[in-house]
């Protein structure tokens, strides 16, 4: 699994980590909608991608609804209740996706190194591509 900082580089040719993270994005990946929604935020705001172009790019995997995995009440009442143990603030998305991971028994793939160290905390596999 990958969460939105390794897939904005890995669909981003011009991206300074593409090459780092590109290999290691397969089709067949499961990722959680939070990353999908995300991504698609990232390659809108950031990258000035038009609506459609965006959504095009993310297709593979919601065109096909068994790829993406859905933050459900239950990882969301999980990371509310250790928000004070982890200080959560902004980084809330994070938690988020790593429980997700967590609930789904999916690894972790980041360049972010707080998602990283926030992910192992809560139990889930994470390779953070840049150590």
Do not use: K
């Not at 809330?92 to 429980?99: K, M, P, R, S, V």
């Amino acid at each position: 699994m990958i969460d939105t900082s390794a897939l904005v580089a890995a669909l981003i040719a011009e991206h300074e980590h593409h090459r780092l993270v590109r290999p290691r994005l397969r089709p067949d990946w499961q990722i959680p909608a939070i990353v999908l929604a995300e991504t698609f935020a990232q390659l809108r705001r950031t990258f000035r991608q038009p609506a459609g172009v965006a959504a095009s790019t993310l297709r593979p995997w919601t065109g096909s609804p068994g790829l993406v995995l859905p933050t459900t009440s239950s990882a969301i009442a999980s990371v509310f209740r250790r928000c004070v143990e982890l200080d959560l603030g902004a980084s809330i998305h994070d938690a988020l996706i790593a429980q997700v991971c967590v609930d789904h028994n999916v690894p972790l793939v980041t360049l972010d190194a707080r998602q990283h160290q926030l992910a192992l905390a809560l139990g889930a596999r994470s390779t953070y591509v840049l150590a």
